[in-house]
């Protein structure tokens, strides 16, 4: 007998909740646990830490290893670089966001904008 799965469980975890121990995320990445914590030290990741100073890892730090990874075997790009190319990604999404509240905002302010006042020319 199948039983039915609690609403809990069928709603997503958001991207940053931690989830994964080291073992588990270098397991995802095919990775040692030992890259993950040279990654840590050299600032390409920051997992977040329980009470315990256990490493947990989230969905969007698995997703930046692997675009570390890929950066690095597929392009030869340097740790240096790496770092520099995520948070360049980041910011770009960053702006990507502002600019989709400024459009907006426009289109809001568009939408009641008051009609121009009628003005009489005199001859």
Do not use: F, K
């Amino acid at each position: 007998m199948v039983r039915p799965r609690s609403p809990r469980y069928e709603q997503e975890l958001p991207e940053d909740e931690p989830c994964y121990v080291i073992s588990i995320a270098a397991r995802m990445v095919g990775m040692h646990q030992q890259t993950l914590r040279y990654y840590e030290r050299a600032g390409l990741i920051e997992p977040r830490r329980t009470p315990g100073n256990i490493r947990m890892y989230s969905n969007s730090d698995i997703q930046r290893i692997r675009q570390a990874q890929r950066l690095i075997d597929e392009l030869g790009v340097n740790l240096a670089g790496v770092d520099i190319i995520l948070r360049m990604g980041e910011q770009l999404r960053q702006m990507q966001e502002e600019l989709g509240v400024l459009r907006a905002e426009l289109d809001r302010l568009r939408a009641t904008r008051l009609p121009a006042p009628y003005s009489r020319i005199e001859d």
